[in-house]
């Protein structure tokens, strides 16, 4: 065994195939995977080989489509069968609710260059003889579904690997992890060590147990899986005759059942909803090419649907049934990319699609590896979107509730509720007791609007208004015309201090650092001039600075701050997380509100837009900064957490002269749409220039930045695409407003996607942003629709902010 190599993988299943294979194409060829057993002795060997490209988030579609062509070369490559067969597959719907979620998932592929088609249960029927039609309302054909062996798969990236100079040693289990004060690794085996830059953890269903060796606990838990395979079918066989082609695949939601042809049978798995885990704490290093003993009566109301649903699968005999143990992270998607905090550690686990996603985690991880970037959106899939809170028991319930939701559909208002309430801040009753609808986001629970006294808090989950529509439209008009109030709290707060913080903060941020006592926007962009981040930063001494980002990335933007600090530097980067709470107080009134309440003078000339500044409120001292995300006239106020329940009250009270109300997170995302602001994870994320994203206020070139000569370059040519608002004309007969990833539409061509949008309450209009090519976004530009469950709605561009286009109400 070789005793260095630039990168270690560790596992070799579909996943840690691909790596090898993605970072052998990419050049990097003294790499090494190592493996406990043989290649594919973990989930692998009993995958179903089921692969499709649907995923609900787009840039994990796009990977599954990547993926799903990739078999071919692969195979040709190597000389390896992969075994490759590409029937389609049908999705079939039970209700209208998910004929539009299949309408709108058709209507993302669009943009995606994906080839799905909505087509009646009569086509349906003629497609695959074996299912029942009156159980089904309409269904969505996808010529990109079919089913690969994945013995074949792993093999044929190993030998493309090999060829191009990796090394597989099989029999060999990495025992232990060290990390060298140089940064680099020693991975202990039972065969010798070996020295390296970079260790990928694809240890599968071992992926904990990897991750622990190095002092990770990553969010990953293994379920136990059903399928069942039929005796060869007569229906199959003449189906195969008559027609000259194989069935195509089911996806029957109702059912939650999944079937395809194999052979001449049938193979048909299901997600129950009587779920199991498997190995909660640790898996057995034992376990090698085994299945788990399986349990007929907890899936039997699955199987009884499926059979109803595919009556000649019912009344076949059935050859076997197969119960293999996988992997989950808490939302489903893999857990893919750079461990923040340890330079050289790399994740590829938690896939449980290896064979739909395994080619595009391995190229994503590569391209990351080698360039520094994943080269595509993977935000969906990135290891960091999870913190400490994705604790072995929060993983344990939310994998639970993912599973058996496989095939339920999540609306886009809908917030689920394993492992709730987590964290909560001080004023968490009081927001109750006012009978709020929470969310949460990153462990935290958050008010999404204040539901009528004496109504339960709760929203009906639709693609359409739901029954929040009425309150959130009084909370906006409130903040509008009087005051409102409410919590700021998730948002990511870091504090940066120590000598060199100035000057390394610079070579960050796209714009000059604010004075102090003063608040700047900035992004921040990546060597090739992308957006990886958008921040505001607070300055509050020379080498002292606040900043507030998005909650979300509270792992995934320090990642980045971390492995960019100087070597051997004074500064000190720090995420203040829950130790920093935030409520936000807007509209006209505002600053008559607070002012009764600090001996501090708020008016605008002692105290203008954009300031940051301590004072009092009351007793508690607080970091106050006058702006808010609404666009008004308002204040945040930053505070120790054992002030903020003291502050919710005395805020409250004082307000009650100027009829403030409480307003959500609803509210607010819709206020700032009136205003054009745009937010992480939707227009602004690393696939973006700021330059494209409408960033150019945030642009000071009196400094160097990284990214900036990437940005002077696209300044010569201009932004090839643009980011613009719509006012959208939506359905009056059934009013459903854009929630992102709709295409838009000109003159019969898609030209652009939704990021986000919804109804502007205080303004009376669907507004909806998006990306479109720079040459459709010039003003005048007419003819747009945009696609909302199915209907092609006409859309105009909005060039100017809808409320208060010159800003005069936040600088009042
Ligand atoms: C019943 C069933 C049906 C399925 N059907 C499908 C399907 O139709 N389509 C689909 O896409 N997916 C399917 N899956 C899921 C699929 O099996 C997984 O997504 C996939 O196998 C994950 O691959 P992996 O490489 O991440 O993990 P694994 O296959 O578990 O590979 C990890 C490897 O790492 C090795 N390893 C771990 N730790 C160490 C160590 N310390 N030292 C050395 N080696 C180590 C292990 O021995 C193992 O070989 C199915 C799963 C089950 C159980």
Not at 222 to 248: F, Q, S, W
Not at 568 to 596: H, N, W, Y
Request: charged share 25%; hydrophobic share 40%; aromatic share 10%.
């Amino acid at each position: 065994m070789k005793s260095s190599a630039r990168v270690v993988v560790i596992g070799g299943g579909v996943v840690g195939a691909s790596v090898l294979y993605h970072l052998t194409k990419g050049g990097w060829t003294d790499v090494v995977l190592l493996e406990r057993k043989q290649l594919t002795a973990g989930s692998t060997w009993h995958a179903a080989g089921g692969m499709h490209t649907l995923n609900g988030d787009p840039n994990v579609a796009r990977l599954q489509q990547y993926t799903v062509n990739l078999y071919k070369e692969i195979e040709k490559e190597s000389g390896q069968n992969c075994s490759i067969h590409l029937p389609g597959g049908l999705q079939l719907a039970d209700t209208p609710a998910r004929l539009d979620w299949l309408r709108m998932a058709q209507a993302r592929g669009r943009y995606l260059g994906m080839h799905m088609e909505m087509i009646s249960m009569k086509e349906a029927k003629e497609l695959n003889p074996l299912l029942e039609e009156k159980y089904f309302v309409g269904a969505l054909y996808d010529e990109d579904e079919g089913s690969v062996d994945p013995y074949g798969v792993t093999h044929a990236y190993a030998i493309c690997a090999r060829n191009r100079g990796a090394e597989v040693y099989t029999d060999t289990w990495v025992t232990d992890l060290h990390h060298r004060p140089d940064g680099t690794w020693t991975v202990i085996t039972d065969k010798g060590e070996i020295h390296a830059e970079h260790v990928v953890n694809a240890g599968g269903l071992w992926a904990r147990e990897v991750g622990r060796m190095c002092g990770l606990e990553l969010p990953v838990l293994a379920m136990e899986h059903h399928y069942l395979m039929t005796e060869p079918m007569d229906e199959v066989i003449e189906y195969n005759a008559k027609t000259g082609r194989e069935l195509p695949h089911l996806i029957d939601f109702a059912g939650e059942i999944y079937a395809r042809q194999e052979g001449q049978s049938i193979l048909l798995g299901t997600y129950e909803q009587e779920n199991r885990p498997w190995s909660t704490r640790e898996t057995p290093w034992d376990f090698v090419f085994q299945l788990l003993p399986h349990d007929l009566e907890r899936i039997a109301p699955e199987l009884e649907r499926g059979f109803a649903h595919f009556p000649a699968v019912g009344r076949a005999g059935i050859k076997k049934f197969v119960n293999g143990p996988f992997t989950f992270s808490p939302d489903g998607n893999p857990l893919v990319g750079p461990i923040k905090g340890m330079p050289g550690m790399w994740s590829a686990c938690a896939v449980m699609a290896g064979l739909s996603q395994g080619g595009g985690v391995g190229l994503s991880l590569a391209n990351w590896m080698i360039h520094g970037d994943p080269g595509a959106d993977i935000w969906g899939m990135d290891v960091a979107r999870y913190g400490d809170y994705a604790t072995l028991e929060y993983t344990n319930s939310k994998v639970r509730e993912n599973y058996s939701r496989r095939f339920r559909i999540t609306f886009p208002n809908e917030e689920l509720l394993a492992g709730r309430p987590l964290h909560t801040t001080p004023i968490y009753d009081r927001l109750l007791e006012h009978n709020a609808v929470m969310g949460a986001g990153f462990g935290l629970e958050h008010p999404l609007w204040f539901q009528d006294k004496g109504k339960e808090p709760v929203e009906e989950v639709t693609f359409y208004r739901s029954n929040a529509f009425t309150n959130v439209g009084e909370e906006s008009r409130a903040v509008r015309e009087r005051v409102g109030f409410s919590e700021a709290s998730n948002f990511a707060k870091y504090k940066v201090s120590g000598e060199g913080s100035a000057k390394w903060l610079s070579s960050l941020f796209t714009n000059s650092l604010p004075k102090i006592g003063r608040t700047a926007l900035t992004a921040m962009l990546n060597p090739d001039g992308k957006i990886v981040g958008e921040f505001s930063v607070s300055r509050i001494g020379d080498e002292e600075f606040f900043l507030f980002g998005s909650q979300a990335a509270e792992v995934h933007h320090p990642r980045w701050f971390i492995a960019h600090l100087p070597k051997d530097s004074q500064i000190r980067f720090e995420t203040l997380a829950l130790s920093m709470l935030g409520l936000t107080v807007a509209g006209p009134k505002s600053r008559d509100v607070l002012q009764k309440l600090t001996a501090t003078s708020l008016a605008t000339s002692d105290f203008p837009f954009m300031s940051f500044r301590r004072v009092n409120i009351g007793h508690a001292p607080v970091w106050l900064s006058r702006m808010t995300y609404t666009g008004d006239l308002g204040y945040e106020i930053w505070v120790a957490p054992e002030y903020q329940r003291y502050l919710f009250d005395l805020i409250w009270e004082a307000g009650r002269e100027f009829d403030m109300r409480l307003f959500g997170f609803r509210a607010l995302i819709t206020m700032r749409l009136e205003k054009n602001f745009g937010t992480w994870y939707r227009e602004y994320r690393p696939i973006y220039t700021p330059l494209e994203a409408g960033m150019e206020r945030s642009l000071k070139f009196d400094h160097e930045f990284i990214g900036r000569s990437a940005v002077e370059t696209e300044m010569k040519t201009g932004p090839a695409r643009k980011l613009v608002m719509f006012q959208v004309d939506v359905d009056p007969s059934a009013p459903a407003d854009v929630i992102g990833d709709e295409p838009v539409w000109h003159e019969g061509k898609v030209v652009g996607w939704i990021t986000s949008g919804g109804y502007a309450h205080y303004s009376g209009v669907s507004l909806a942003l998006g990306y479109i090519p720079a040459e459709l976004a010039k003003d005048g530009t007419t003819g747009f629709e945009i696609e909302i469950i199915g209907q092609r709605r006409p859309a105009k561009l909005q060039p100017e902010p809808v409320l208060d286009p010159s800003g005069s109400r936040m600088r009042a």
